[in-house]
């Protein structure tokens, strides 16, 4: 009886073993699945951005070129005139539209793709994106871009990712976080460049709000079509924080 006992539970045993295998084996084949899929997700996604920061950059280009040229041809045109046919007042505020116009241009142009990205130069792109947006808003943005030379540290595809990372969290902190203030810091490690944001205003639910606000779904996507890590912070009613962990470029 003793010998049936232990067969018994042998066999118990084995099938058990069996079916923690069988578990085991599903659960990796589901995982790798998983990864498979996030990252043909990841892929379609980081073309999509990339087709759109293209798209951007030929429509900002050929308003430029093609617009501002003639907006530039008539300013000189109207500015050789003689005072035979108008009143130079009229002339005079003629001109000044025009001007304005270019200026309005100018600021059309650098929204749908910044000047500074064209000529692959982060650095640059991020100062204007924040003096900019600090102008229009009012709210006060402090920056170390200075101390870190970023433009070394990325190739130029991370760049316009990391420009469009930077211009969410300004854009969102505008937006909703009802803050005077916002600190961008940069710090660099062997392996990682690191960007650390934080306001001063009402904070959000992390779990409902990355469901709701596209602008954080999209921060999050770019940082992970980077291979980066991203951490956000926001105690209730005390601000927001992000802390971006991004790899430095092995190619410049």
């Known amino acids: 009886m003793h010998q049936?006992?232990?067969?018994?539970?042998?066999?118990?045993?084995?099938?058990?073993?069996?079916?923690?295998?069988?578990?085991?084996?599903?659960?990796?084949?589901?995982?790798?699945?998983?990864?498979?899929?996030?990252?043909?997700?990841?892929?379609?996604?980081?073309?999509?951005?990339?087709?759109?920061?293209?798209?951007?950059?030929?429509?900002?280009?050929?308003?430029?070129?093609?617009?501002?040229?003639?907006?530039?041809?008539?300013?000189?045109?109207?500015?050789?005139?003689?005072?035979?046919?108008?009143?130079?007042?009229?002339?005079?505020?003629?001109?000044k539209s025009v001007s304005e116009g270019l200026d309005s241009l100018h600021k059309i142009t650098n929204d749908i793709y910044p000047s500074a990205l064209n000529k692959n130069n982060l650095k640059n792109g991020i100062k204007d994106l924040i003096y900019e947006n600090s102008e229009r808003s009012g709210l006060k943005i402090f920056s170390n871009i200075d101390e870190i030379n970023i433009d070394k540290l990325t190739d130029k595809t991370k760049k316009v990712q990391l420009y469009w990372i930077l211009k969410e969290i300004i854009i969102n902190t505008i937006k909703h976080s009802s803050s005077n203030t916002l600190e961008i810091m940069f710090m660099q490690t062997k392996n990682e460049i690191i960007i650390k944001t934080k306001d001063e205003g009402t904070g959000i639910l992390i779990n409902l709000e990355l469901t709701k606000r596209n602008g954080i779904t999209n921060i999050t996507n770019r940082v992970e079509i980077l291979n980066g890590i991203i951490e956000i912070i926001s105690p209730k009613g005390k601000g927001l924080e992000y802390l971006i962990k991004i790899p430095i470029s092995d190619e410049k």
């Not at 045993?13 to 084996?25: K, S």
């Open 4 to 95: 049936e006992y232990k067969e018994t539970y042998i066999i118990i045993l084995i099938i058990a073993l069996g079916v923690l295998f069988i578990f085991i084996l599903f659960s990796y084949l589901i995982y790798n699945q998983f990864q498979k899929n996030r990252k043909l997700f990841l892929e379609k996604l980081n073309a999509e951005y990339i087709g759109r920061a293209e798209e951007r950059r030929r429509i900002s280009k050929d308003l430029h070129d093609e617009f501002g040229a003639l907006l530039s041809s008539t300013k000189i045109y109207l500015s050789t005139l003689q005072n035979e046919n108008f009143e130079i007042a009229n002339l005079n505020k003629t001109i």
